[in-house]
């Protein structure tokens, strides 16, 4: 497991692969703290490079369908949205 909670740490070499990726990010809460954390989807060979879909499939509003959205629009959408409740980050 690689925790993203510092800026720059070795997640940052994780390339992306939409087809057949070897791991995963999962938001994850310790005591309280949500921390971004990467899978593996299966085993790894020493020297394989590790890949992951930047997207991410969610369900619509409607449950009915699945459509992919990238995980930047969202944390864009958090952030617009908290601006909007006067919270500062």
């Excluded at 390339?15 to 057949?20: Q, S, V």
């Excluded at 930047?72 to 949205?81: I, V």
Aim: charged content about 30%.
């Amino acid at each position: 497991m690689l925790d993203a909670l510092r800026y720059s740490n070795k997640s940052k070499f994780i390339n992306h692969e939409r087809d057949t990726p070897n791991c995963t990010a999962k938001a994850v809460s310790v005591c309280g703290v949500h921390h971004i954390t990467t899978w593996a989807l299966r085993n790894i060979a020493v020297g394989e490079e590790l890949v992951f879909d930047y997207g991410y499939k969610k369900k619509c509003c409607s449950g009915l369908e699945k459509r992919r959205q990238r995980v930047l629009d969202e944390l864009q959408q958090a952030a617009f949205t908290d601006r909007l409740n006067g919270h500062r980050g």
